[in-house]
Nanobody, 126 residues
């Protein structure tokens, strides 16, 4: 049974940093590209970042470039999302997702992702 579990969310102050983690089980992690998405209150879920299955390629939403960084540790079946210089507009539920992909392929399209975690809440106070 495939399972993705996010952690690391919580309440943070603007200007601070958080590192989210997503632990995967029940799948061959190194054969999946991984992505992070977020959904703010009253808004649709949006793409944040994605990383290829070997970590060689990454892709970011324009709105978060240079502030948010995605990485992965295939030995630990874990993908990370580092968020720096937090802003109130980063407040959202953050989801990780897995996409069975080849090579350096990543995707910003949530419909490409077949497995999702339950999400972790990030709340940023000003």
């Amino acid at each position: 049974q495939v399972q993705l579990v996010e952690s690391g969310g919580g309440l943070a102050q603007a200007g601070g940093s958080l590192r989210l983690s997503c632990a995967a089980s029940g799948l061959t992690f190194s054969t999946y590209a991984m992505g992070w998405f977020r959904q703010a209150p009253g808004k649709e879920r949006e793409f944040v970042a994605a990383i290829s299955r070997d970590g060689g390629s990454s892709y970011y939403a324009n709105s978060v470039k240079r502030r948010i960084f995605i990485s992965r540790a295939n030995a630990n079946n874990t993908v990370y999302l580092q968020i720096n210089n937090l802003a109130p507009e980063d407040t959202a539920v953050y989801y990780c997702a897995a996409y069975r992909a080849l090579g350096h392929i990543t995707s910003r399209n949530q419909w490409d992702y077949s497995c999702w975690g339950p999400g972790t809440q990030v709340t940023v106070s000003s």
